[in-house]
């Protein structure tokens, strides 16, 4: 067993090694392609989705995910064959796509479920995500063991059609219950064969919870991330990621314990940011100072 001197040594060099080579970084994490979720761009995607589709291709994105989905509607007007289509022309993938499962997950019948993944089929994608619950599915902790239920009941949906199933995080899931919070419950009640999680870091940080303790505690859990920065003024606003108060260089030291495959960037809410110019300048902190 090392000893605490020991350790304290190995750290020390650790850090020489990071300031001498600043590409330290890119060599313990996997070289995966830059993603972006497409909520970044929610007040102008709706308005001409075949010119931002080709923007954010043109910025280098190689991935997306897709949000807002209905069978009626699809994807900002376009059925899933079309907007398959659109990615392809543009060199892009979209390996997961946020659908909103609360029906599900309140006991209503799986048909919304199935379309989407049929969609998710369409598309070329690897996960159905869920991305939010409402607020009358998490009141307690026996609240977060029924969806966690639920969520190992959706999961089979979608392996049956080769699909995982992954779920999201805000703040929330931070809420203690006991020596317990909503988010442990998920993590251990899931079935870690079948429920991947993608980690928001943002949310993580902001909740005081240290995302290299969760990678530890439940290795190979979080197979994509939510790359967003937090203002280092106003924590409550996202800032171009680079710019704010995030150690992403450190969280990134972990990646591969956390069996991470996909990371999305994404500019949340609360700020006003010119946001094709923002997505550029996160696309590039990301490409250049963290892979």
């Not at 929610?42 to 001409?48: E, F, P, S, Y």
């Not at 010119?51 to 807002?68: Q, W």
């Given at each position: 067993?090392?000893?605490?001197?020991?350790?304290?040594?190995?750290?020390g060099?650790?850090?020489?090694?990071?300031?001498?080579?600043?590409?330290?970084?890119?060599?313990a994490?996997?070289?995966?392609?830059?993603?972006?979720?497409l909520y970044?761009?929610?007040?102008?995607?709706?308005?001409?989705?075949k010119?931002?589709?080709?923007?954010?291709?043109?910025?280098?994105?190689?991935?997306?995910?897709?949000?807002?989905y209905?069978?009626?509607?699809?994807?900002?007007?376009?059925?899933?064959?079309?907007?398959?289509?659109?990615?392809?022309?543009?060199?892009?993938?979209?390996?997961?796509?946020?659908?909103?499962?609360?029906?599900?997950?309140?006991?209503?019948?799986?048909?919304?479920?199935?379309?989407?993944?049929?969609?998710?089929?369409?598309t070329?994608?690897?996960?159905?995500?869920?991305?939010?619950?409402?607020?009358?599915?998490?009141?307690?902790?026996?609240?977060?063991?029924?969806?966690?239920?639920?969520?190992?009941?959706?999961?089979?949906?979608?392996?049956?059609?080769?699909?995982?199933?992954?779920?999201?995080?805000?703040?929330?899931?931070?809420?203690?219950?006991?020596?317990?919070?909503?988010?442990e419950?998920?993590?251990?009640?899931?079935?870690?064969?079948?429920?991947?999680?993608?980690?928001?870091l943002?949310?993580?940080?902001?909740?005081?919870?240290?995302p290299?303790?969760?990678?530890?505690?439940?290795?190979?859990?979080?197979?994509m991330?939510h790359?967003?920065?937090?203002?280092?003024?106003?924590?409550?606003?996202?800032?171009?990621?680079?710019?704010?108060?995030?150690?992403?260089?450190?969280?990134?030291?972990?990646?591969k314990?956390?069996?991470?495959?996909?990371?999305?960037?994404?500019?949340?809410?609360?700020?006003?940011?010119?946001?094709?110019?923002?997505?550029?300048?996160?696309?590039?902190?990301?490409?250049?100072?963290?892979?």
């Open positions: 067993m090392n000893s605490r001197r020991d350790f304290i040594k190995q750290t060099l650790l850090a020489a090694a990071v300031a001498i080579t600043p590409s330290f970084v890119s060599a994490v996997k070289k995966h392609p830059v993603g972006l979720q970044s761009l929610r007040n102008i995607i709706g308005k001409d989705i010119g931002i589709i080709e923007k954010v291709a043109t910025i280098g994105y190689k991935e997306v995910e897709t949000y807002g209905s069978a009626k509607d699809g994807f900002w007007g376009l059925d899933a064959k079309a907007f398959a289509s659109l990615l392809k022309q543009n060199g892009l993938k979209a390996p997961s796509g946020h659908y909103a499962m609360d029906n599900f997950i309140a006991g209503k019948n799986n048909d919304e479920l199935k379309s989407y993944i049929e969609a998710a089929n369409i070329g994608a690897e996960y159905v995500t869920v991305p939010y619950l409402g607020d009358s599915l998490r009141k307690t902790a026996d609240d977060y063991k029924k969806v966690a239920a639920k969520l190992n009941e959706a999961a089979l949906l979608c392996k049956a059609s080769g699909l995982r199933l992954a779920y999201h995080n805000h703040n929330f899931e931070f809420t203690k219950f006991g020596d317990t919070t909503g988010y419950i998920l993590l251990s009640e899931t079935d870690k064969n079948l429920v991947d999680f993608e980690m928001d943002y949310w993580v940080v902001r909740s005081d919870v240290d290299l303790s969760l990678f530890k505690t439940h290795q190979h859990r979080f197979t991330w790359i967003k920065d937090m203002d280092k003024t106003k924590h409550e606003v996202n800032t171009e990621v680079g710019q704010g108060a995030v150690d992403f260089k450190s969280i990134f030291t972990g990646a314990m956390a069996g991470v495959k996909h990371y999305f960037v994404e500019h949340e809410f609360n700020y006003k940011p010119d946001e094709l110019g923002s997505i550029k300048t996160s696309f590039n902190y990301v490409n250049t100072q963290l892979l």
